[in-house]
């Protein structure tokens, strides 16, 4: 057995770059076929020479240099699917002409009971079952006609071709009762890594929202303490704000001890980026639907200019689509489910491809009527805003902050008779691959900017933040040292006045609607490339995890501070990125 396995290895050759598991799995089985191929029709070949049937000799002679030119060159391209398409035109040649010809033996027909195999495991069982049934109507008008009529035919008798349409019928029920326990193993086994990898993720989240909502009110209290402190108070007031603040930090101690031991036995998984086609991806997902149900059909739309290949996670992709098709399944009550998929590409940025992906079901969705808005002046925020109870009742929570990761956002749309989901995603074309430490060198390293030193009794701040209590809070910290401070509520009110006021410096909430702090900050980068400007951005926010401050720096802020913090330190980043 190691003797086979090492053998079989030795087909596994490197293709420059990594490949999805799958796309791994039909290169090594096409190159063991084609292999093999080559050795049955050369030795065929060679044998008919030898017995001085030029009329066997010769053609297979030149089909054993097709296989081998198929297997040196072909098969070392990036372009896996020619390289298949071409071994199946070889192999449907080899073997029509075993049939028609039976061989220096006459018997060569008995190799068709491997065509089903090849061509269930190369195109599938819908397509290989049609080449199959095309190759066996092929023989059996060769039993009947052709035989009869062709010279040098090889001649069947009644019985010969009863017994070898039976023994194809049964290659063929083989080989496909094979794939479809392979594929129902793969479905299973990747259904449970995907809940695996929900279930982690859900309690990733359970905890991040436990400390988020716990950090705020304490950075508000430690901050009026703080303030507190610096005012005229009696030794009996000064002794108990002391004790409050010494309190308040040992819970602040306590939740950070607390979210640090969760947060290590969640042991997650590190985001692999991998070269995968995309189409093939969300037609595998879509199969784990339609395998059992007829009643639910799809219609995907991938646009002429996204490439066939790219870097990222796949399993994420899948994980996402997967998450949004079963709550469609789970929720529209049509009988008949309709489902458009449609992606196109966002951006023509070198280095990245951002698509933006439309899922377009058809039927009634019972969205709750407090979730509808009437068409109005302000009917596009109130729809955004109630985006997020539309992600609640379907229970896409989760889902969300897998699209949110890179900056995007889900939006969907309840019509009366269709609802529309729309996220985007992040790739990376597959010339390189970069990493949240690559983006943060590339940040920290770039010089070019343009930025004035300004002293901070000049400076003219943005904040922005979507809780009032917490404005009131970070002002109170600042007012005193600064020109001049503007207020934003949310990432998109941020950039308007980002477009109309040149700001020194800006404190940039993560968590907001409408627009989150990610997203603005990534827009406000874009925007600064044209002027080769660099705007400071300080992200201030309850999320106190490592890859939190990582997420931060890759959508490009230049600072991070987790509540609760001490005002002086807020100050000094301040001071730090102005001058």
Known sequence: MKFINKFLLLFAFDQGDKLEVETKTTLLLTNVLNFFLFVVVFIEGIVSLLEEKLIFAGPLLFLSILFSFNYLYLSRLQNTLLY???????????????????????????????????????????????????????????????????????????????????????????????????????FTKER?????????????????????????????????????????????????????????NNLVNVVSNMVSTQKSGLKPIQEEKISFNLFSTL???????????????????????????????AIKTKQIFLNILNAIAKYNLSENKQINIEVSRA????????????????????????????????????????????????????????????????????ESEKTTFEFGITFMENTQSYSVQNIKEKVSSNNSFFKPTVDIKDATILLVEDNFSNQQIIILYIKNLVKKIEVAYNGKEALDKFGKTKYDLILMDVQMPIMDGHKATQKIREIEKSTNTHIPIIAITANAFPEDKERCIASGMDNYISKPFHPEDLINKIKQHLS
Not at 220 to 248: E, F, P
Not at 384 to 403: D, P, V, Y
């Open 84 to 186: 298949k398409m071409s071994l199946f035109l070889f192999v449907a040649i080899t073997f029509v002409f075993f049939i028609l010809f039976g061989g220096s033996t006459g018997t060569h027909i008995i190799w068709v009971g491997s065509f089903p195999f090849i061509a269930i495991n190369l195109y599938g069982r819908r397509k290989g079952t049609w080449y199959s049934l095309m190759l066996f109507v092929f023989m059996l008008i060769d039993f009947l006609l052709l035989s009869k009529i062709i010279p040098q035919s090889q001649q069947y008798s009644l019985n010969m071709g009863v017994l070898f349409s039976t023994y194809f019928i049964f290659s063929f029920l083989l080989a496909y009762t094979l794939k479809f326990v392979f594929a129902q193993v793969l």
């Open 192 to 248: 449970a890594m995907i809940n695996s990898q929900n279930n982690r993720t859900s309690r990733d989240e359970q905890i991040a929202d436990l400390s988020r909502e716990i950090r705020t009110p304490l950075s508000n209290i430690t901050g009026i303490l703080d303030i507190l402190g610096k005012t005229n108070l009696t030794d009996d007031q000064r002794d108990y704000i002391n004790t409050i603040h010494a309190s308040a």
């Open 283 to 313: 037609n595998n997902t879509i199969k784990l639907f339609t395998e059992n149900n007829s009643k639910q059909t799809f219609s995907l739309s991938v646009s002429a200019d996204i490439p066939s290949s790219m870097t990222g996670n």
């Open 347 to 414: 951006n023509n940025m070198p280095g990245t491809i951002e698509l933006m992906f439309k899922l377009t079901t058809f039927g009634n969705i019972p969205f709750p009527k407090e979730y509808r808005s009437d068409e109005s002046l302000y009917g596009t925020d109130v729809l955004l805003i109630n985006t997020s109870k539309h992600i609640q009742f379907l229970e896409l929570g989760l889902t969300q902050k897998l699209i949110e990761q890179d900056g995007h956002t889900l939006s969907i749309r309840p």
